[in-house]
C-alpha cells in the first residue's frame, strides 16, 4: 500500500510587535511625548506583517490609526496650553508688582502712625529685589526706580503717558501727617505695546467707573496680560 504524503500549509507566524505597537499607540493619547515610539512600532509592525505567513495585521493597522490621531490630539493640546502657559507666566510676573507696591504701602502707613512726613522711595525704604521687571513710581521724574537692565528700558515720557491714560497721580498729597500716600508701578511683561499700571494708596479712591477702592488695594488700571 503506497502512502499519499500532503503538504501541509505552515501555520502564520506570530508576533508580539503589533500588539506592543498598539500599546505604546493607546499610552501615546495619555503620554503624548510617546506617539513617536508608537508611530515608528506601527510602522515596522505594518511591513512586517505584510509579509506572508504573518499574523497581526490588525493590531498593526489599529496602532498605526491611534498613532496619527494622537499627532492631532498633541497638536490640539498645544494649541490650548501654550497660550495659557504664557498667560500663567505673564501673570506671575505681575505678582512682583503687588508685593512691592504692597510693601511701599506698609512702609507709608508706619511713618504716618508715628507721624513723621513721607518723603521718597528711598525714604521709606523700598529697595526692589534686583531683575525688577516694573519702574516704581512716586514722583516723576525725580522719585522713582526704573527697570532693571535686564529689561527693555521704559523711558520715563512713556511712563507718564501710561499713567495719564490710566488716570493715576502718584505722590504725597496733603500735609503730613494727614497727608496721603501714592505709589504706581509700571511695567511690561510680554513685550508688547501695551504697558502694565498698577497703584496703591493711603486714600481711598474710585476707578474709572465710579467703583471705591480701598485704601491699600493694589489696583490694576491697565493690563498687560489679555485675557
Known amino acids: 500500500?503506497?502512502?499519499?504524503?500532503?503538504?501541509?500549509?505552515?501555520?502564520?507566524?506570530?508576533?508580539?510587535?503589533?500588539?506592543?505597537?498598539?500599546?505604546?499607540?493607546?499610552?501615546?493619547?495619555?503620554?503624548?511625548c510617546l506617539w513617536p515610539v508608537g508611530l515608528v512600532l506601527s510602522i515596522v509592525a505594518m511591513v512586517k506583517t505584510g509579509k506572508p505567513g504573518q499574523q497581526g495585521r490588525g493590531l498593526a493597522l489599529a496602532a498605526l490609526i491611534i498613532s496619527v490621531a494622537s499627532i492631532f490630539f498633541s497638536g490640539i493640546m498645544a494649541a490650548i496650553a501654550i497660550p495659557n502657559f504664557i498667560k500663567f507666566q505673564a501673570r506671575a510676573k505681575q505678582a512682583e508688582c503687588k508685593v512691592n507696591l504692597k510693601s511701599i504701602y506698609i512702609s507709608a502707613q508706619g511713618q504716618l502712625a508715628e507721624e513723621q512726613p513721607l518723603?521718597?522711595?528711598?525714604?521709606?525704604?523700598?529697595v526692589p529685589e534686583p531683575g525688577n521687571r516694573y519702574a516704581y513710581v512716586?514722583?516723576?521724574?525725580?522719585?522713582?526706580v526704573s527697570v532693571s537692565p535686564r529689561f527693555t528700558a521704559i523711558d520715563p515720557t512713556e511712563i507718564q503717558a501710561a499713567l495719564d491714560t490710566?488716570?493715576?497721580?502718584?505722590?504725597?498729597?496733603?500735609e503730613c501727617p494727614e497727608c496721603t500716600l501714592t505709589a504706581a508701578c509700571v511695567g511690561?511683561?510680554?513685550?508688547?505695546?501695551?504697558?502694565?499700571v498698577w497703584s496703591i494708596s493711603t486714600a481711598e479712591r474710585t476707578d474709572a467707573n465710579g467703583k471705591a477702592i480701598a485704601p491699600g488695594e493694589v489696583f490694576n488700571h491697565m493690563n498687560d496680560v489679555q485675557e
Do not use: W
Open 138 to 144: 512716586l514722583r516723576l521724574p525725580d522719585d522713582f
Open 1 to 32: 500500500m503506497t502512502s499519499m504524503s500532503s503538504d501541509v500549509p505552515a501555520a502564520p507566524k506570530k508576533s508580539v510587535l503589533p500588539g506592543v505597537a498598539l500599546g505604546f499607540s493607546i499610552a501615546s493619547l495619555c503620554l503624548i
Open 119 to 126: 518723603g521718597s522711595l528711598q525714604e521709606l525704604g523700598f
Open 166 to 174: 490710566a488716570g493715576v497721580v502718584p505722590g504725597v498729597q496733603g
Open 188 to 196: 511690561n511683561v510680554d513685550n508688547d505695546d501695551t504697558l502694565d
